[in-house]
């Protein structure tokens, strides 16, 4: 088969370099300058992927373009309408990602509750806002843009410190500042997200429900980086499955979407609260997932991009991914005098078995093996799986220890909130619907 990945930052180079490694044709565009060199030795890099488009058709069925970030959705309808069979966003789904407020919309059309969120493009008018109605608030850029840093769960109940961050954001932004963002009423209880694999037509099952740990330091202190490991099962997810992504089938099919796509949501004694959708592979997510599967991911594209039906090859258990750093981390700036070239070893060489729970990611192959590259110091995801948590979080962090890498960092407590309460109220409250 052949593959045409089109992305920024080579995010989903794990996935490409493991359908290179079973034998298929794999290019891949990386359209920002910094992460050019992202698997350089691992992976062919093409600068312009609208001239490999004939060499996709020349494939025929077995030829696909996958598309990793949720900007490019115009640009994959029109495909679509060419007849390229295109994994990855449309208009409509970038839309209900980026826009967090047409999200809401879209998810109270379909019956599920939200919590109250309130769209601003003037800071301002949301501290007036603010004055009026003081409560705790999570505050979020909608532009798609911004750094996940920038983004902050609110922590007072009168909503002062919120008021304080906007007041700094005016100050810095100069006298005419303004951006896009919202404020969601804060939502207590156990956040979860669920995922699937849509087809054009429907979800291919089982799907997969997941707990991110998205700050930096253990605890959940320090900053959202976005994710910082998480756990992963593909069992157990048929009630909050049923109850939010099940129902916006309609509207994925109305859209002509084929990809992953994940609705988060915080879940309590009210019932289920759907926070935001990713609709595309979440990073580090699709990698975590990968250790669950059974097939490669050629056949899962394949059904992907086709319309075809079929459940997909998942094991029992759980699946723990940590991610490993190194600084500047989560942040751009010094990273190339800091950790950029460093070298990547193993304690003991992974055979070829064991080499498939280590996902680079800001990595390439140089003369002296694996280095550091890429633009913020995102090394890779490393993946342990089990029956319990405690099982897969022991495979996790025993492959972590094997990693050397100078100055690299990771969260040591993955898994471990939910194994001491989160999953005992998801069960309690009756929304795991199986004996894991």
Same mark, same amino acid.
């Given at each position: 088969?052949r593959?045409?990945?089109?992305?920024d930052?080579?995010?989903?180079?794990d996935?490409?370099w493991?359908?290179?490694?079973?034998?298929?044709?794999?290019?891949?565009?990386?359209?920002?300058?910094e992460a050019?060199?992202?698997?350089?030795?691992?992976?062919?890099?093409?600068?312009?992927? !609208? %001239? =490999?488009?004939d060499?996709?058709?020349? +494939?025929?069925?077995?030829?696909? /373009?996958i598309? $990793?970030?949720?900007?490019?959705?115009?640009?994959?309808?029109?495909?679509?309408?060419?007849?390229?069979?295109?994994?990855?966003?449309?208009?409509?789904?970038?839309?209900?990602?980026?826009d967090?407020?047409f999200?809401?919309?879209?998810?109270?059309?379909?019956?599920?509750?939200?919590?109250?969120?309130?769209?601003?493009?003037?800071?301002?008018a949301?501290?007036?806002?603010?004055?009026?109605?003081?409560?705790?608030?999570?505050?979020?850029?909608?532009?798609?843009e911004?750094?996940?840093?920038?983004?902050?769960?609110?922590?007072?109940?009168?909503?002062?410190d919120?008021?304080?961050?906007? !007041? %700094? =954001?005016?100050?810095?932004?100069?006298? +005419?500042?303004?951006?896009?963002? /919202?404020?969601? $009423?804060?939502?207590?209880?156990v956040?979860?997200?669920?995922?699937?694999?849509?087809?054009?037509?429907?979800?291919?099952?089982p799907?997969?429900?997941?707990w991110?740990?998205?700050?930096?330091?253990p605890?959940?202190?320090?900053?959202?980086?976005?994710?910082?490991?998480?756990?992963?099962?593909?069992?157990?997810?048929?009630?909050?499955?049923?109850?939010?992504?099940?129902?916006?089938?309609?509207g994925?099919?109305?859209?002509?979407?084929?990809g992953?796509?994940?609705?988060?949501?915080?879940?309590?004694?009210?019932?289920?609260?759907?926070?935001?959708?990713?609709?595309r592979?979440?990073?580090?997510?699709?990698?975590?997932?990968?250790?669950?599967?059974t097939?490669?991911?050629?056949?899962i594209?394949?059904?992907?991009?086709?319309?075809?039906?079929?459940?997909?090859?998942t094991?029992?258990?759980?699946?723990?991914?940590?991610?490993?750093?190194v600084?500047?981390?989560?942040?751009?700036?010094?990273?190339a005098?800091?950790?950029k070239?460093?070298?990547?070893?193993?304690r003991?060489a992974?055979?070829?078995?064991?080499?498939?729970?280590?996902?680079?990611?800001?990595v390439?192959?140089?003369?002296?093996?694996?280095?550091?590259?890429g633009?913020?110091?995102?090394?890779?995801?490393?993946?342990?799986?089990?029956a319990?948590?405690?099982?897969?979080?022991?495979?996790?962090y025993r492959?972590?220890?094997?990693?050397?890498?100078?100055n690299?960092?990771?969260?040591?407590?993955?898994?471990?909130?939910l194994?001491r309460?989160?999953?005992?109220?998801?069960?309690a409250?009756?929304?795991l619907?199986d004996?894991?």
């Amino acid at each position: 088969m052949r593959f045409l990945g089109v992305g920024d930052y080579n995010s989903l180079g794990d996935m490409y370099w493991r359908l290179a490694t079973a034998g298929h044709d794999v290019r891949v565009c990386v359209r920002e300058p910094e992460a050019h060199e992202i698997y350089a030795g691992l992976l062919r890099r093409i600068d312009d992927w !609208e %001239r =490999e488009l004939d060499w996709i058709a020349e +494939a025929g069925p077995d030829g696909i /373009v996958i598309i $990793e970030t949720a900007s490019l959705g115009e640009t994959a309808d029109s495909l679509r309408m060419r007849g390229f069979h295109v994994i990855g966003g449309s208009a409509w789904t970038d839309r209900i990602e980026r826009d967090r407020l047409f999200g809401q919309e879209v998810m109270r059309d379909a019956g599920l509750q939200t919590a109250p969120t309130h769209a601003f493009s003037d800071y301002a008018a949301a501290l007036a806002f603010l004055r009026d109605h003081p409560a705790r608030y999570v505050f979020k850029f909608s532009d798609g843009e911004s750094a996940s840093t920038r983004n902050y769960v609110g922590e007072m109940d009168d909503g002062s410190d919120i008021v304080a961050l906007i !007041e %700094r =954001e005016r100050a810095t932004g100069g006298p +005419a500042a303004a951006a896009d963002f /919202v404020l969601m $009423e804060h939502v207590a209880g156990v956040e979860v997200g669920i995922g699937a694999y849509f087809n054009g037509r429907e979800f291919l099952e089982p799907a997969c429900i997941d707990w991110e740990h998205k700050r930096f330091f253990p605890g959940d202190i320090g900053e959202l980086t976005g994710e910082m490991g998480t756990v992963v099962s593909y069992r157990g997810s048929r009630r909050l499955f049923e109850l939010t992504l099940a129902r916006i089938a309609p509207g994925l099919r109305a859209a002509g979407f084929h990809g992953y796509i994940n609705v988060n949501t915080i879940v309590n004694a009210a019932g289920v609260w759907p926070l935001e959708f990713t609709s595309r592979f979440g990073y580090p997510g699709f990698a975590i997932c990968d250790a669950l599967h059974t097939e490669g991911w050629d056949r899962i594209l394949f059904r992907m991009a086709h319309g075809t039906g079929g459940s997909i090859g998942t094991r029992d258990g759980y699946a723990v991914g940590v991610v490993i750093t190194v600084p500047p981390f989560p942040y751009e700036y010094g990273y190339a005098e800091l950790s950029k070239g460093e070298p990547i070893r193993f304690r003991i060489a992974p055979d070829p078995d064991e080499r498939m729970h280590f996902h680079y990611g800001e990595v390439a192959l140089s003369d002296v093996g694996p280095v550091t590259s890429g633009s913020i110091g995102y090394i890779m995801v490393v993946t342990g799986t089990g029956a319990d948590i405690a099982a897969a979080q022991e495979a996790a962090y025993r492959r972590v220890r094997n990693v050397v890498v100078r100055n690299m960092r990771y969260r040591n407590d993955i898994g471990d909130r939910l194994k001491r309460s989160d999953l005992s109220t998801l069960r309690a409250l009756g929304y795991l619907d199986d004996a894991q």
